[in-house]
């Protein structure tokens, strides 16, 4: 739709000469008229503005231009590359930054993701009677470089990073939808409302990507599959198209607490610091450190009962059935198999993909602080030209 203006100017022209013109006895009243425009049909309404009418009176409506008339040229954008960020739409740009560092930081952690894998699933893997209940961490490293090598360590990776474009995605740009929603009638944002839109947020993003999260587990940990296809397939011969949301239940109890408090001790440290500290990099990365393990060790044994509800063959047919399960069988320490691979991959991968996040933000703010300038430059170029135009 095509906005539109009344602008009031006043110029002085040189060559007018004063004059005593009586005014038309048709007006009542020395008054002069302003004429709006109705932005959505154009019609004309009349506003009155009182004021004494002499010498001279010009009245002028001026239509405001489509911003994009002012956009810059190829030549502004080449001096000033920064702006070019700006016409990127905002959400596709949060989307390939979320995408890019979900992606490297699984790819530089998936050893330690694999390692915690097997140690959180041995004991339904290799079966239930006449097995050790667990085994180490050092152990499991020695595992699978023994039977699989050095690709072993990445395997189950393609999956999960295919997983994580869609998921960092709609992950990020939920909890900015939700943040938005959550917030009170000032625009604040409470403690509650962020725990709130994080939880929703990690909810939704798990809710559209979980299919693929168990096809990553199943190609992880189950011996005979080298492809996610060939995983699909067979769990939909074997098992239907409800095994692959097997464990949702679990899985969605267990990240919305997990994302909220990730989100919330994140965002609430960052706004705790002086401001000077708030943009640095470093910062970023210790402090998604800190909110990673918080939410960490709080969380996890909900993820060890979601990994193994996933697993083919489980004993356990719910959460309330699981948790005293692995609590007999393992004790206290089963619900925490597997948790230094988890706990040393958490530097890397949520701080990598927070900083990413929040140092993109900054950087789309700046970008449009200079698309604006640039729009600005060009609509004084503008008003000048046509300026000395109506003065010749």
């Given at each position: 739709m095509k906005k539109s203006q009344v602008s009031l100017s006043c110029r002085e022209i040189p060559a007018l000469k004063s004059s005593n013109v009586p005014i038309s006895s048709s007006i009542v009243e020395p008054e002069f008229y302003l004429l709006q425009t109705n932005r959505s049909s154009h019609a004309g309404t009349s506003t009155r503005l009182r004021g004494n009418v002499s010498n001279f009176a010009s009245l002028s409506m001026e239509e405001k231009k489509e911003e994009r008339e002012f956009y810059p040229t190829s030549n502004q954008l080449l001096k000033r590359p920064l702006a070019l960020l700006a016409l990127v739409p905002k959400d596709a740009a949060l989307f390939a930054a979320g995408a890019i560092a979900g992606a490297a930081a699984k790819t530089v952690t998936a050893p330690l993701d694999r390692i915690k894998l097997l140690m959180q699933t041995h004991g339904v893997r290799v079966g239930q009677e006449g097995v050790r209940k667990g085994?180490?961490?050092?152990?499991?490293?020695?595992?699978?470089?023994?039977?699989?090598g050095i690709k072993g360590y990445w395997k189950g990776n393609l999956p999960q990073v295919i997983r994580i474009i869609p998921y960092s995605a709609v992950q990020l740009f939920a909890y900015e939808t939700y943040k938005k929603l959550f917030s009170g009638k000032d625009g604040t944002l409470s403690v509650i409302g962020r725990l709130a839109a994080g939880a929703?947020?990690?909810?939704?993003?798990?809710?559209?990507?979980?299919?693929?999260?168990?096809?990553?587990?199943?190609?992880?940990?189950?011996?005979?599959?080298?492809?996610?296809?060939?995983?699909?397939?067979?769990?939909?011969?074997?098992?239907?198209?409800?095994?692959?949301?097997?464990?949702?239940?679990?899985?969605?109890?267990?990240?919305?607490?997990?994302?909220?408090?990730?989100?919330?001790?994140?965002?609430?440290?960052?706004?705790?610091?002086?401001?000077?500290?708030?943009?640095?990099?470093?910062?970023?990365?210790?402090?998604?450190?800190?909110?990673?393990?918080?939410?960490?060790?709080?969380?996890?044994?909900?993820?060890?009962?979601?990994?193994?509800?996933?697993?083919?063959?489980?004993?356990?047919?719910?959460v309330l059935d699981a948790f005293p399960g692995i609590l007999e069988r393992d004790g206290l320490v089963g619900l925490y198999r597997g948790f230094v691979p988890n706990a040393l991959k958490t530097l890397p991968n949520s701080s990598i993909r927070l900083t990413t996040f929040d140092t993109v933000k900054r950087l789309i703010v700046a970008s449009e602080k200079e698309l604006q300038k640039i729009i600005l430059e060009n609509r004084n170029k503008e008003g000048q030209s046509t300026s000395e135009g109506t003065v010749r």
């Amino acid at each position: 739709m095509k906005k539109s203006q009344v602008s009031l100017s006043c110029r002085e022209i040189p060559a007018l000469k004063s004059s005593n013109v009586p005014i038309s006895s048709s007006i009542v009243e020395p008054e002069f008229y302003l004429l709006q425009t109705n932005r959505s049909s154009h019609a004309g309404t009349s506003t009155r503005l009182r004021g004494n009418v002499s010498n001279f009176a010009s009245l002028s409506m001026e239509e405001k231009k489509e911003e994009r008339e002012f956009y810059p040229t190829s030549n502004q954008l080449l001096k000033r590359p920064l702006a070019l960020l700006a016409l990127v739409p905002k959400d596709a740009a949060l989307f390939a930054a979320g995408a890019i560092a979900g992606a490297a930081a699984k790819t530089v952690t998936a050893p330690l993701d694999r390692i915690k894998l097997l140690m959180q699933t041995h004991g339904v893997r290799v079966g239930q009677e006449g097995v050790r209940k667990g085994i180490g961490f050092i152990e499991a490293i020695t595992l699978i470089g023994k039977e699989e090598g050095i690709k072993g360590y990445w395997k189950g990776n393609l999956p999960q990073v295919i997983r994580i474009i869609p998921y960092s995605a709609v992950q990020l740009f939920a909890y900015e939808t939700y943040k938005k929603l959550f917030s009170g009638k000032d625009g604040t944002l409470s403690v509650i409302g962020r725990l709130a839109a994080g939880a929703c947020a990690g909810m939704t993003s798990t809710f559209v990507t979980y299919p693929l999260d168990v096809l990553r587990l199943r190609l992880a940990v189950e011996p005979g599959y080298k492809t996610m296809t060939q995983v699909a397939f067979n769990m939909l011969k074997e098992e239907g198209v409800a095994s692959f949301y097997s464990g949702l239940g679990p899985s969605l109890i267990g990240i919305a607490p997990y994302i909220a408090v990730n989100f919330c001790v994140f965002d609430l440290v960052k706004k705790a610091l002086p401001e000077e500290y708030q943009k640095r990099t470093e910062t970023s990365l210790i402090t998604g450190l800190i909110s990673a393990t918080v939410a960490t060790v709080m969380c996890y044994p909900l993820d060890t009962v979601r990994r193994q509800l996933q697993m083919r063959g489980t004993p356990y047919k719910t959460v309330l059935d699981a948790f005293p399960g692995i609590l007999e069988r393992d004790g206290l320490v089963g619900l925490y198999r597997g948790f230094v691979p988890n706990a040393l991959k958490t530097l890397p991968n949520s701080s990598i993909r927070l900083t990413t996040f929040d140092t993109v933000k900054r950087l789309i703010v700046a970008s449009e602080k200079e698309l604006q300038k640039i729009i600005l430059e060009n609509r004084n170029k503008e008003g000048q030209s046509t300026s000395e135009g109506t003065v010749r």
